[in-house]
């Protein structure tokens, strides 16, 4: 409920919630910790709150210890099941070395095949702790999905490099270039599809919409849909910045006299750089839509809309 409330309906508002949810340090919460987040939560809730706080103030998320405690519990439980969710497979547990294996020059076939499938396969596992979960998906969903996303995601990097060695028409220093942006086309395209695969159970099941008391209206298709178009519309928006900024930034760097004397620096820095784009990248990336995103009842289902009174419903788009 309190993702629904102005504070997070804002892009500046979710940004910094979301790079509180990207903390590391979330990872390693104790669950003592944890059980005095999800009390004070409720306190909150109950509105029984500290002195001098109001409800105007939580409401906004002026009250920044609401914030914080929030941040802390959506980074570790999910919103529709209230399970904890996989350590690895928070975003708080993405991690940089897959981005830095997938900008490396000089790349092989087959560690072209190594860092797609390592990045797709954690990127499957992310996709399904996050998904709507308002619907159980049967193992054999996952495992189909995730053959899938893995398959398409090496298949065309696997391509485009294919194709970059058949062509004879660019100079070394060119080749370079192309192959350095080439992870980008081909994981925003796997990327999309891994989204599509993973959660394809949501198109055919529906998901839960609500109603402004948190009521479950109904199960729609149509909400699915658009949950998993802006889900697909963040997972080509995050890799733009990692992979264009780095093979820009490097290339330049490469130059300079400091790292032609010294070239066993290159990895090193490289690694730096991926790791601060990647930290800009992430949470501007999952703040372009709410979590909670609405969508007007008119435009779902005619049975959805004629069963509630309300003009704007709800639904968890996941992450």
Not at 115 to 128: E, K
Not at 163 to 188: C, D, G, H
Not at 194 to 201: G, I, K, Q, S, T
């Given at each position: 409920r309190f993702l629904n409330d102005s504070f997070f309906l804002t892009f500046l508002g979710r940004l910094r919630h979301f790079i509180d949810i990207i903390d590391p340090s979330t990872l390693f919460v104790t669950e003592s910790r944890l059980k005095e987040c999800i009390k004070l939560l409720?306190?909150?809730?109950?509105?029984?709150?500290?002195?001098?706080?109001?409800?105007?103030?939580?409401?906004?998320?002026?009250?920044?210890?609401?914030?914080?405690?929030?941040?802390?519990?959506?980074?570790?439980?999910?919103?529709?099941?209230?399970?904890?969710?996989?350590?690895?497979?928070?975003?708080?547990?993405?991690?940089?070395?897959?981005?830095?294996?997938?900008?490396?020059?000089?790349?092989?076939?087959?560690?072209?095949?190594?860092?797609?499938?390592?990045?797709?396969?954690?990127?499957?596992?992310?996709?399904?702790?996050?998904?709507?979960?308002?619907?159980?998906?049967?193992?054999?969903?996952?495992i189909q999905g995730y053959v899938g996303a893995v398959t398409s995601a090496v298949s065309i990097a696997v391509g485009l490099?294919?194709?970059?060695?058949?062509?004879?028409?660019?100079?070394?220093?060119?080749?370079?270039?192309?192959?350095?942006?080439?992870?980008?086309?081909?994981?925003?395209?796997?990327?999309?599809?891994?989204?599509?695969?993973?959660?394809?159970?949501?198109?055919?099941?529906?998901?839960?919409?609500?109603?402004?008391?948190?009521?479950?209206?109904?199960?729609?298709?149509?909400?699915?849909?658009?949950?998993l178009i802006e889900t697909a519309l963040t997972r080509v928006a995050l890799p733009l910045p990692i992979f264009v900024l780095p093979p820009i930034i490097m290339a330049f760097l490469e130059k300079l006299p400091l790292m032609q004397a010294h070239r066993r620096m290159m990895l090193p820095v490289h690694s730096l750089v991926c790791l601060a784009v990647f930290g800009l990248s992430l949470p501007l990336a999952i703040s372009l839509f709410p979590q909670m995103s609405e969508i007007e009842a008119s435009h779902l289902e005619p049975e959805i809309a004629m069963a509630t009174d309300c003009k704007v419903l709800t639904y968890n788009k996941g992450l």
């Open positions: 409720d306190d909150f809730k109950q509105r029984n709150l500290p002195p001098g706080i109001t409800d105007h103030q939580v409401n906004l998320g002026h009250f920044d210890g609401y914030l914080f405690f929030w941040s802390l519990f959506t980074a570790i439980i999910h919103p529709d099941t209230g399970e904890k969710l996989f350590m690895p497979f928070r975003m708080s547990g993405k991690s940089i070395e897959r981005v830095v294996g997938l900008l490396l020059p000089n790349q092989t076939l087959a560690s072209t095949v190594l860092w797609q499938w390592l990045n797709q396969s954690h990127n499957a596992c992310v996709n399904y702790a996050n998904r709507n979960a308002t619907k159980p998906t049967p193992t054999s969903k996952f490099n294919v194709l970059l060695e058949k062509s004879s028409k660019y100079n070394p220093a060119t080749r370079l270039l192309i192959q350095r942006f080439i992870p980008f086309p081909a994981v925003a395209s796997a990327n999309i599809c891994n989204v599509a695969l993973m959660r394809h159970n949501e198109l055919s099941e529906g998901i839960d919409v609500l109603d402004s008391n948190g009521n479950v209206v109904g199960s729609s298709r149509i909400a699915a849909k658009h949950a």
